[in-house]
């Protein structure tokens, strides 16, 4: 990058936005982090992130065969990471999807090497497409450079659409989510409920993909999320923490990769490991100090019912 | 780059022949065939032990320690078993308690990642030399770029790790299956634990150089899974585990040759990958037609019983 960083931050904003692709590349940030920090939150409450995962790897060969076929990156995202939701839909049984770990070990082996196929597929589109190579580091792990203006509306259209049916079923999918059985038997459509979320979630790690590369969506996706549910246990405090937090940290980390000649995915998935870090460290710290409290309380207790009243 | 006749003569024996001539065919067959037993044998221990995120953490170990050596400046086998064998080390030492959440490894593994893109712009930005061939290789790998000299050291490799890996094999069998009684008839869990993390890091390593850091792990699971579909017997899904593999990797081999067009390291993914989907269809196919005549038996409650199969939890997991 030509530009230079100064300490006058609003002098580097400018500077900044004078480039079109800058421009681009913050409003996609900014619509793929709003949508990533909320669909993110739930995902987190419901433990897809591996699904979530599965869909981004899955997005790949999507992005390199329409570039191989011509057709608009964004494209090729939206329509294999939904057409894979989809497919992890009709699988899943029970109404809850697999997390991919945890779970027995046939079953992790099993998306493990749906993951590795979809990565060879990507790569055979990418080898077949003749200097691409160069792109292929753009698609695994993101840039900056990379959003035209098609890409924006669509991402724009798809951010919108995946919010509006959030705000429209998100109470019911929170109940989902958190209380599945009692949700079951008040009457809500839970498998319909899991079906309609992992759709939701293929657009948002389609979306996100095309920020931080296949590879790296748990930066944006799982990270603020999981910081936010350590921070507070609030729902609604949660959810606009992630949205915040997931906004800090694209917008810092693509305004620093701007100035550095590192490249965004480092940026992005340092700072949101950072915080991770940091909220995770915040939370164990309260829990012990909570513990501490806790066994004094009762210490008071013990010697006040001992002693002679 | 490679010399490469593509010969479609009718006659398979002289096409056969005739691949086998070029001295890059015979380096892949010759570095291919151990790192496929290697893979097998290894991915099944894997499976078989519920580390398959493991596997999945040493491959993305593999991708950032081949590329620190690269912008170190140092050789990049030196910097994939350095980091591998290091991190599995650790991993067996750490967690002994099955892993941890499944947010806390999947962010760190992102950052592993961004780690190793950190490193690759470090390599290009600073080396005359550097080029995104090097990444792709590191990525996908490049077994008909194997020289010589690489095909050796990794063939004698793979091959003393399947030395160490049978010599271990019945303890680590035993401690994989049930570790309590293992470990009351005195077989060294602990040691044994670190010790199998250690090998699947190297053979990391070893197969990134094959068919690359990203589609290693499907060689580690998908012949493992395919033979443990065919198969309870662990003392035959072992060897199957390894066959398959090696199956996988000369098909891919052959077509890779064949269709020039198509990358060796994704031809060798797709018969991977079909050979776990025959393997499952068979099973299916399998058991359907053994449940079918008995309707009115007990004895199969899991898969039709309200479409409730047996959760997860409920299946005896090998590490208790």
């Not at chain 2, 032990?49 to 593999?62: I, P």
Request: charged share 10%.
């Amino acid at each position: 990058m030509n530009a230079r960083f100064s300490w006058n931050i609003a002098d580097d904003v400018r500077q900044m936005l004078a480039f079109h692709f800058m421009v681009n590349a913050l409003r996609a940030g900014t619509i793929v982090a709003v949508v990533a920090g909320a669909i993110g939150y739930f995902m987190v409450l419901r433990r897809q992130s591996f699904a979530g995962h599965t869909l981004a790897v899955i997005g790949f060969p999507g992005a390199a065969g329409a570039i191989w076929l011509g057709i608009n990156a964004g494209f090729g995202y939206f329509g294999f990471c939904i057409a894979g939701a989809l497919v992890i839909a009709a699988l899943s049984r029970n109404g809850r999807a697999n997390t991919g770990l945890g779970g027995d070990a046939q079953e992790s082996a099993v998306i493990g090497t749906v993951q590795a196929f979809a990565l060879a597929c990507g790569f055979l589109f990418v080898s077949l497409y003749k200097g691409f190579l160069s792109g292929l580091n753009s698609l695994l792990f993101g840039s900056i450079v990379g959003v035209t203006d098609t890409q924006l509306v669509t991402l724009l259209i798809a951010g919108l659409g995946c919010l509006v049916a959030l705000a429209a079923f998100g109470r019911r999918l929170l109940f989902a989510s958190v209380d599945p059985d009692v949700a079951q038997a008040r009457g809500i459509p839970v498998r319909l409920v899991n079906g309609a979320f992992l759709v939701l979630l293929g657009i948002a790690a389609a979306g996100t993909s095309q920020v931080t590369g296949s590879l790296l969506v748990f930066a944006l996706l799982v990270a603020p999320a999981a910081t936010a549910v350590r921070l507070t246990a609030r729902p609604a405090a949660g959810l606009v923490l992630s949205v915040v937090l997931a906004l800090a940290v694209t917008w810092v980390g693509e305004g620093i990769a701007f100035f550095s000649p590192y490249p965004i995915g480092f940026w992005v998935t340092t700072l949101a490991f950072g915080s991770f870090l940091l909220a995770a460290g915040y939370r164990a710290a309260v829990d012990r100090a909570g513990r501490r409290g806790a066994s004094r309380a009762e210490r008071v207790t013990v010697s006040t019912a001992g002693s002679p009243a | 780059m490679i010399p490469r006749t593509v010969v479609s003569s009718a006659d398979p024996i002289h096409g056969v022949a005739t691949m086998l001539s070029h001295p890059f065919i015979q380096h892949a067959f010759v570095a291919g065939t151990t790192i496929a037993l290697l893979s097998g044998l290894v991915g099944y221990f894997v499976v078989l032990r519920g580390q398959v995120f493991a596997g999945d953490a040493l491959s993305h170990v593999a991708y950032t320690g081949a590329l620190a050596a690269l912008a170190a400046g140092v050789d990049l086998r030196f910097g994939l078993f350095a980091a591998t064998v290091l991190v599995g080390l650790a991993l067996g030492f750490i967690g002994g308690r099955r892993a941890a959440d499944d947010v806390v490894i999947g962010t760190t593994f992102a950052w592993v990642l961004g780690l190793g893109v950190f490193f690759l712009a470090l390599y290009t930005t600073h080396s005359s030399t550097g080029n995104g061939s090097a990444n792709v290789t590191v990525l996908f790998g490049s077994i008909f770029g194997i020289s010589a000299s690489a095909a050796t050291i990794a063939t004698v490799i793979a091959a003393g790790l399947i030395g160490v890996l049978l010599v271990i094999a019945r303890p680590l069998m035993f401690s994989s299956i049930d570790p309590t009684v293992a470990a009351a008839r005195g077989v060294p869990v602990r040691s044994i634990g670190p010790l199998f993390l250690a090998i699947v890091g190297a053979t990391a390593a070893e197969a990134s150089q094959a068919i690359g850091a990203l589609l290693l792990f499907g060689l580690l699971a998908a012949p493992a899974a395919a033979a443990q579909q065919l198969t309870n017997n662990p003392w035959r899904a072992l060897p199957l585990s390894g066959m398959l593999a090696i199956v996988a990797v000369w098909s891919g081999l052959c077509l890779g040759y064949a269709a020039p067009k198509l990358p060796a390291s994704f031809a060798i993914m797709t018969v991977a990958t079909a050979e776990y989907a025959i393997a499952a269809l068979v099973t299916t196919a399998k058991s359907r037609s053994r449940a079918a005549p008995s309707h009115d038996h007990d004895m199969a409650p899991s898969r039709d019983h309200e479409g409730f199969p047996l959760s997860s939890d409920e299946i005896p997991s090998p590490n208790g």
